[in-house]
Every structure is written in C-alpha cells, then in structure tokens.
C-alpha cells in the first residue's frame, strides 16, 4: 500500500494541505553518517518555485528528522523525517470539491474511499513525492558507501529530444540549466518550449532517463523481484509516469538476436564485460555489472489554465476552472525523484544481495 | 523474490530440466468451481510445439492439482499445481556447463549464487512461466464471477504493426492464427517474416497488447501499489520483457495537457464515463471503470542458432553454439502469459479493494 | 521489523529521548469517525504519573494526527500520529552510556547495531509502546463499530491472584481502582505489595488476563497465521512479557480429552455455541463466536534502585546505580497496552475475513 | 496465511487426505549440501505408527525434492518438497462429514469457507505439521553450519515432570525412550499414564521444552518481531498448542527484580556472559548469546475413543463417536515439529541479522 522494499523499507504519509508529509524508513543499517542537511540537499532540487518553468508555489519544505539519527548516526531503528505543510492556498481547491478533474485522481478515490480530502489532490498530490526524495537522500548517502552513484536527466520534452547514447551527453551541464538536460542548446529548446505552453496555459509531457553506475552485478531476484521489474514498478509508482523501459527498450523489439545480444568479453583488469550494453546493465532480473539504465515517461500535466469539461459527483455536467500554482511540465523537477526512486530499489537489493551465499554468510 | 501478491499470493518453484514446476496459490476464496481441466486449457495455448514459428520441443505441460480443491470446489486453502518435466534433453545443455550464453541469465546466476543448474537455463528459463500460467488460469476463473475478462494479443512483430486503436482491431480473429494478431492480413505478414528470420538461425523481437474489460472503479492503491504500477511489474517480470507503457505510454509525452486529458461525461445509464481513453482505465493509480490497456515489449530470443563469442567461467574466450529448440520469436506465446500475468494483479487489487470502506464492511 | 499486519497494518517509530514517537496505521478503512480525543482516552491510560504505583515521570504523551483524518472522517489514506517527547531528564542516563544494565536490552543492541542511542533505553523503553496504543485507539474505535469490544485487567501481583473463572469477576471495578484489577479488595492486596516493593527500591512482576467479546465465529488464518498465534506474538512484543496462554493454557495440559473438549450445542437464538470454553474463543486458529480469552505473563520490571553488578561495553566490571523514575510493576498500565494490541490484531484478522468466500464478494 | 519468515521464507500447502502435501522454502542460500535422506531422518521422528504411544497409522512420508538443488547442493532458488499421501482411510471420516468434532477446527472452517475437505481433518490436520519438519530439516542443516544446535523434549505429561533446571537432564537419553523425555525414569512414567489413557479411549496433554545452543548475539528485530515473539508464534501455530513462555516465564511474574535480573560478567575467554538466565537467551527480543530456552504447553488431543455430544451442520444435535486412528498423547511426536519451528524463526532472523550493519556490509 504505502510501503516499498523487502529490507530497506519505506512508508509514507501525508496529504498535499494536512498538517505534514513525511516517510518512516525500516531497515537502513546502522552506523551511517546521516544529518538533516544531506536530505535537504536532495529536497531542494524537488522543490517548487526553483524557475520559471515550474509552479510558483513557495514551499521551503524543510525535512526533520524526528529518530533514528543518534549524535549524527543511524542507529539501526526507524527513521522518521517530516516536513511540514505551509503556503497551502487551501482555498483555491475549494471549486473542486465537488467536481471531477479531468484525468486527476478526484473520481476514482471518490468511488474507492467515498470521502477524500479535496485540498490540492490531498493524497494524490505530487507534493507526496518529497517525502520518497528524503527516503531516497538516505539511500543514496549509503549505497555512496558502496561505490553507486545515480544520474537522471531529462532526455525528451515534446519533441524535443537529446542522443540517446548517454557516453555522448556531458552530465556535469545537468544541474547547470533549469530543465536539467545534459545538452545546453537542447536545454535551451526546451527552456523556451515550456516557456511558450506556459503561456499559453497548457502543458507537456516529456521523458526523463536514469544511469546508475558501480552496482555490483548479483543484485535484483529471479522471477517477479527482477531488478528491471522492481525499478519499473518504482518509476510506474511516481505521479504522471505512464511508460518504462530499460536498455534497448521498447525500439530493441525491431531488433534481431544477432544484433540485440551483448557479447561477453574479458578487460584488462580480468573482469567480465558486455562490449555493448542493450540489455541496460541488467540480465535475467539481475545486475550484471554494466551500467544500469532505463527511461520514464511522463505525461503532461494534467492541472491546466483551461475550461475544461467534467462532471460533479452527481453525475451533473461541470465546467473545471484551471486555477492555483503548477507545473507546465512536470520533467524537470521529476529528476531528483527519479534518482531517489532508483536509489531505494538498489539499496533494498543490495543489503537482500548480502544473504543469497551460504560461503559469504560464514 | 518468488512470491507476487498481497492477498491473492502467488508462490511458484522449480527448474527447466529438474523433475518438476509448479504453483502454490494462497488466498483464492472458497467456493470457485475448478478443475484441471480449466488450467490445461490455458497451459496449451502457452505450450512448445504448438506451430512451426514456435520451438518444437514437444512438452505437454499436464497440470495436476494436488491440493486445495475438494469435490470441484476452491476451499480457500493453499491450491498447489504441479506439472512434471518431460523431453528434457538436458545432453543439449553441456555445452553450456562451463560457458555464458550472451544476453542469458548464465553470467548472473553463477555471481550471485556460485552454483547453478545450466541445463535448459535452470530456474532462470521461460518454461517457469507455465506456473504463472496455471495460476492466471484460476485468477481468471475467479474474476469471471465478477464480469472481468482478458485479452492480450500480438500488436508488433519486428517492423509489422496492427492499428494502435483496438477498437478497429477484430479480437475474434486472435486465436485463429499462429501468431495471435487480431489482424488476419498483418498476421500472415508476421508469420512470414518469423519464418525467414527461423531460417536464418535468428530471433526477432515484438510486442504484445492487452485490453482488460469489466474492471470496476476503485481497484489499485494510492501511492506505491498503484495498479499500473502492479501491472508494469508483473509484466516487467516476464522473460524477455524489455519495456512497458499503458494508456498513451511514451506516445503521450508529446501531447499537450488539454489534448491528454479524458473529460468526464454521464452516459445514458448514468454512469459516469471519460470521453477518451488516454489514461488507460486507471487514474491516480485506480481504475476509474473503463477498458484497462497497455502494451509489452519482448527483445528477441536470446538464443539463436548462430555462433557468438562470449567468456567461460575462468574468463577465457569461448565459442557459445546454438543447439537445442528454440522459439524464433517468443511474442504468440507470450500473449496467454501477459493475461495470466495481468489476472493475477487484478485478482490480487479486486480482493483487496473490498476491505476499503467502512460503509460497505458493516 | 517495525511494522504489525498484513491488511491493518502499523509501522512505529521513535526514541524515549528523541524528537517524538509515532506510529503510522496503513489499511483503516475510510469513512471512521476519528478525532484526537479518541485517541488522548487511551493513551492517558498508559502514561506514566497516574499514581503512587507507577513512575512519576510526568509526560503528558498528547497526540497529534498528522494526516489520514479529513473532516473528523478517516479517509482511508494513512494515519500519522506523533507524540512529541518533553519531560526527558536525558543526564539521569549519562550513566549507563558505557554501561550494560542488567536484564535491559543495553547489551544486545550494542552488539546488534555498533551504536545505540543509550538515553532512557532509546528505541528499547517501554515508551515506543505509546504509539500502539494510539494505534490501537483507532483499532477499537473500528472494531466497536462490528460490536467486537476488549477487556484487560490486572488478574495477578506477585502471588495475589483473582478468580481464575472471569464470569465470577466484577469488570466494573477495574477502572476504579489505581491496579485495575477487578477484584476490589485484592486490589487493595496488590496495591500495597507494589507499594512496599516500591519502597524496597525493587520491583516485582504480574499477569494480564484479557476478555474479548463479540468477535463473530471466522476470523484467524489457518496454518501459521492462526488468531491465538497472531495475538500471542503481538502480547510478546510488549516489553516485559514472558509468556502467553489462552484458554486452558499450560493448566489445560493437565486435563484429559474428555475433560478438555467443548461441547457444541445450539441455543434458544439458533446460533451454535460450546457449552465450555477450553477453547478461549478460538479452535484450529479461527475466532468460533465464544470470549476469547488468554493471559501475558510480565516479568518484574529490569530498573531497580539497588545497585547491581555488571559489565561495561570494554567487558569491565562496573556497578549500575538505579537512577530515574520507574514503574514498580508494569500491569497497572500494561492493561491498555494489552487491549491496544488484541485490537490490533482482530482488526488485521476482521478485515481479512472479508476476502475468504466467494459468495460473499459477488 | 500459509508463508512463515521474511527472508528464509517457507509456504506450506496440502490437505489430510489430498493428493500430498508439501512445503516451498523461497531465501535458502545457495551453496547448501541437501540431500532427501538429510530431510528424511527429520521426518521419521515425527511420523506415526513409531511406537505403542502414538498413532498406530503406518505412513511413510517419504519426502521428494522437486527443485532447487542441483548436484546435492542448494542452489539459491525455491527449494519445494513433496509428500504424497497414502494409507489413506477416508471412510474413517465420512461420519463427520456433517458433523462437528468437539475443539476441533470442523465448525470454525464450516463458518469461515463455507466448503470443507473433511477427511482426515482437510487442511487443519497435524498432518500439515510434516511440511514444516521438512522444511525444519534444512533449516536446522544451515544453522548447524553457524555451530546453532536444537535438542527440544518432552518436560511434562498430565502431572509427570522432569526437573526444570535442564542442565541436571540428560539430553543423550531423549531418542532412547519412546515419550522422547530426559529422564529415563520420569520417562518410564510418562509411558505407563499415557498407555492407560489410550486404554480408556482418553487423551491427555503435556509440555514440550526447548534449548537452543549456539545462537550468536544481535539475532531478533526490536519491537513487533522480537525473537522470542517470533519463536511463540511459530510455537503457537502448531496444532495443539495453548501456550508458550521463555525463560523464567509465568513463574517469573512472582519474582522480584532484585531476584530476576540476570547479571553481567566476562568470563576467562573475554566473553560478556550473564551469570544467571531468567531472560532465557534473549533481551530487548535479541538473542544474547546464552542458551535460548523456552516451552510449550499442548493440550489433550480432541480426537478421543469416547462418544461425545455436539451439533451437526443444521444445529441438530449429534452423537460424535470416535474413529480412526489417533494418538493418546501429542507430545512425543511434537518434540521434532518444535525443533523444526524453532529452526525456521532462527534461520530467518539469522540471516536478518546479516544487514544490520554498515561496517559488517562493506
């Protein structure tokens, strides 16, 4: 439900307008150097009001850490971080309660729940998505230890579209623009077509990409715990995702067996490597070492400045006025979200890696 | 890890070339009717041999229950299907004891295990999915009962594409062919081009579709468990699964927000219904009633017939011959796993949506 | 880990001396009646301060719900709540930093986990009991709805003990006096045996007897999920607890068959009952419509004021000086904790008995 | 439901009178030498018709391995293990097919599915209990690679006891009498009363104790899966069973602290040791490195020679006559089920503890 992970396990809680968000983690080992200052890092690349190209909304969204943290370490038990709500313009939302937004959540947790909090989508928010951020942040913090490193971007908006060979793209620009895309003058496009949708009270979809580097291969479970599997169901649990895919993807299913398959080869430093990488760094559910590496689709956002047709709960037609603060595409922000989701998939298959050995266990 | 479900569980087990594989099923309700005879007819649509685009090894896959079932009836008991290996010829297979199969799950099996049963690929084979099968197969006879039905079918095979709109597709047409594409005339062209692609010792890619009818309103869970997060899973978790979108998936980044949007309407009977389909039958994680579609791409079969340089154990070069029978393309009878695979999740959203609201517990 | 229930289900968290404790409820069903004060009820009843018998701490352990609740109605999204800690004298444990108190969980966390927040007994105090019993507020709140509601008491202090048959007993009382017993003038019995232990600096141990009525005949899981097995881990989580029984318990062993079994009989409403109850209320691990009734054995409490031997963490001797305010005995306030985790399992077995037969889901 | 663990995880499955029934461990670690005959001694101890005290039933329970050993050594994946039923006399039971035996699960099972498998007892058979002895047998080949050893016994039948100090027993006597006690006198005893209650068509109950050498400190979760809860309810759900308690237990209740606090000391080798050990191996729910000791009260089999009232399926009064072939007395048979349940909550927490800490992870 609103938990994620086998051994390093997160819960989430909060509504968009309630009094806070926030996310408990269960099973982050002990003894790692961990201070509210290295989530808020995190936070702030998520939050709102970063451009002109997101919401204007003003949340400074300052996490917590209510336990778990004990003199600047974890201590093997529960940590809870909580960020409180503030700026809710409660009342923006007031039109809606009892009207259906188009390709929102309202109408199926009217008919799930029977009641919902209304505010800003409540729990259906994307505001939900900081808190999966600052369970992310501790993720990331550990798997550093173990030489893994995470890097999303964004690699589509509309049309607009960068190499889809990643060892072509210069990922220290990422955080250098406000659209986060490793191509500047692809950026700079980019920049100026939200720019334009904005203005014109509409929005856009786009497509965010992900690379994880030094995962050690023998991560991810056979069957349904495949690591692609896991990370699919992870990305696919992010608001307004609505595809994935990993390695060649979707385009690898016009490709022949003999030109799909990565062949094995020995380097120099005697370890086994692919000379090409179409299976994204992931065989049979199950890292093998190469860089893992996937694509997220995000659909355009669904809260737009326009008229729009809908019905109330008693079925009676209703025009959704588009009002309050947000995002004309939701991709750049998406970004942070996109690591964090990846890093809390890694690190609970890292630590359930660690028993999988009787001869690595004695 | 082999276990896929909250309350509808699923648990299966065994090798390709060991004595057995099956299924355990914890949490079906009492009182279904089911007989082996239900399930042996969804194993013989997946089952080798079945056309000369499919490998021609001849394998039954007869099923037999062993527990859970008395007199006909579901007694809400652990059902245990079982389906004896047969054909094996494991001989085929020692060649490959001390080497990598390309794009195979052979190199990531021995790291993170040490040890692993090579013959026909171990645990790691596609022939584990006939468990997934018997499972869907009772899945389905469940979710009759509640007017839910499936039907996957072939959209893709190489560069050859039926319509995108299903409703122009005729769904009757599916099982009449060898390819199971709802497009009798681009059927024949699929057939065509797996066949040459067999005569060439190659594999070719593909895609396959589903549409899942009758779904109500309500199933799937906020936040993580979202129901097309499920589904992208389960199908992420098949073999040879590469990518998985649903609704207006990758296609729908390019789309503005007031050309995306479903706008709610009352129909004539007073339910409420979208007047487009771009969200696929699920909104915020939640089916919002109507037709539930999505999409799975399968890379080509990993083994082909041809010669390919890979690396043994110790790292040395070495010459991996395809031997055996092998599928050209896996996609005709991938269509009865990608239902199974999306019976199961609903199966699994459809009983734990019941226990949602007060008002309809007391 | 953390975490209780497979459909109702609590994940804890929190520090004796950190920010705050709290619990998150994850599957209410939407549409509860919920405020704070339901909640404050239950929780006054366990904190510390209530009267010479237990610690004169003074915490006023006040509540706050962070989310889940909109509108005074649960919402069926999850329930955060948040204990803020006050009232810590964190120096009157500078002591035992390096020290391993005797009987505590000093010792095992330190190996465990490298580190540990030693203050108060960190993650170990009996205080993280505090969130299930909030939890468990919401569990009776639902379970009152179904008309299931549950009775703990004080049943033995030392060797004072009531009447074993609880018919005989006067659950009026209980709340009426400062050991909850409902035997008033054992009660003044046991009042001043804590009393003189108190004065002694020691502390000694006791047994909670629990009723639970109106659970209707189907909840429990067979095999390891069975009701007396969920509800006798749940009573073994508890701080201090060495032992469960339920029905006969450890007397029953003594007992022939003949003598055990209890006969089946239909009463004047046609409803089938057993004319004794060996049983408690639960037969092949299923609730059969009679009381449920067991007993959890509570050690005296590890924290005298009387000096003791032990060890440090470099394995020197060292002696441990009772300092702080602690509980004589625990049973007084270990009554709502009892009650709060039976209600939390019945509520976890309540809702998975929806989803048992088919004829009831269609 | 039917799964136990979290990582050494186990489902069992099968009915009384089915086709088999059996057992899947998903989690075992790979590298595992397994062979059926290790799991076949394990299952000899507890089958019927062993001696004049137990039930003259002759089944073999041979058990077959299906999957997930390879070349006599585990190899990470499902291990799944079958028992074929046989000697099954069916018609035994056809009187109680509308009837409901007196404390057994006929009537709760009627109530909770509606339909039943009544033969034999269907699902709530102790017959399951063999699954879990299977199952039990690798778990106890793992843990004895970590030096973890299980020696349980019978310690009372009716009023017959063995001295509760078991460092003054005789382990090396338990397999040389049929009751499966210590004390070859006391078991000599237990023989006579149990063959004269068999006699009178009656049963009678007893008590199972526990000792676990070996188990490392830091095994146990804080909270809810504290490892003596997690052993209790592993205990509890064994068929027959009323109560559970460690360590001093409900006697413990009547102590004081002063008396009751085991206190800490180094012995020669270094080693932090308690001098006494009312906490039966286990503080805070963590294993402390002292043995692990606890017990487990069975009831009196329902199952009895003597004609007894009840209720048949109408509420119509019916006459119960026993029939079939059952045993006076539980416990001798118990005594490896309780060891195999103890080893599966070891073997899990075993390796649960492996991730507990960061400097043990890299």
Chains 1, 2, 3, 4 share one sequence.
């Not at 072509?168 to 620009?173: H, P």
């Not at 990409?209 to 991560?219: F, Q, R, Y």
């Not at 964090?340 to 609970?348: G, Q, Y």
Request: glycine share 10%.
């Amino acid at each position: 439900m609103n938990t994620l992970g086998q051994i390093f396990k997160i819960t989430t809680f909060g509504e968009s307008h309630g009094k806070a968000i926030g996310v408990t983690i269960d099973g982050c080992p002990a003894g790692l150097e961990l201070s509210e200052t290295d989530i808020q890092n995190e936070l702030d690349r998520r939050r709102p009001g970063q451009s002109k190209i997101t919401t204007q909304r003003k949340e400074a969204d300052k996490v917590e850490i209510f336990s778990g943290v004990f003199e600047g370490m974890t201590t093997g038990t529960p940590i809870s971080m909580v960020i409180f709500n503030e700026d809710q313009r409660s009342k923006d939302y007031s039109h809606i309660k009892d009207q259906f937004r188009p390709s929102h959540a309202d109408y199926t947790y009217h008919v799930k729940y029977g009641v919902r909090d209304y505010r800003g989508g409540g729990r259906s928010s994307a505001r939900e998505t900081a808190a999966r951020v600052a369970a992310g942040a501790v993720a990331k913090q550990l798997l550093a230890k173990a030489g893994i490193s995470f890097q999303a971007y964004v690699s589509e908006v509309g049309n607009i579209k960068v190499d889809d060979d990643y060892s072509k793209l210069d990922f220290s620009q990422i955080e250098q623009n406000i659209v986060r895309c490793p191509d500047a003058q692809k950026a700079d496009q980019m920049v100026e077509l939200i720019d334009n949708i904005r203005k014109n009270r509409d929005t856009i979809g786009g497509i965010v990409s992900c690379v994880i580097k030094g995962v050690p291969a023998g991560l991810g479970e056979p069957i349904f715990d495949r690591l692609h599997a896991e990370l699919g169901k992870a990305m696919l649990s992010i608001n307004a995702v609505k595809g994935f895919e990993y390695g060649s993807g979707f385009e690898g299913t016009k490709m022949k067996g003999s030109e799909h398959n990565d062949a094995f080869y020995q380097d120099l430093a005697g370890n086994i490597r692919t000379a090409t990488n179409h299976s994204g760094g992931i065989q049979g559910g199950i890292s093998n070492g190469e860089d893992i590496y996937f694509k997220v689709a995000f659909k355009p956002v669904a809260t737009i400045m326009i008229d729009q047709e809908s019905v109330d709960a008693d079925g009676n037609t209703a025009i959704v006025t588009g009002k309050g603060r947000h995002d004309p595409c939701v991709v750049p922000r998406a970004v942070p979200i996109v690591e964090a989701m990846a890093a809390l998939v890694i690190a609970d298959h890292w630590l359930r890696s660690k028993v999988n050995r009787l001869d690595q266990l004695i």
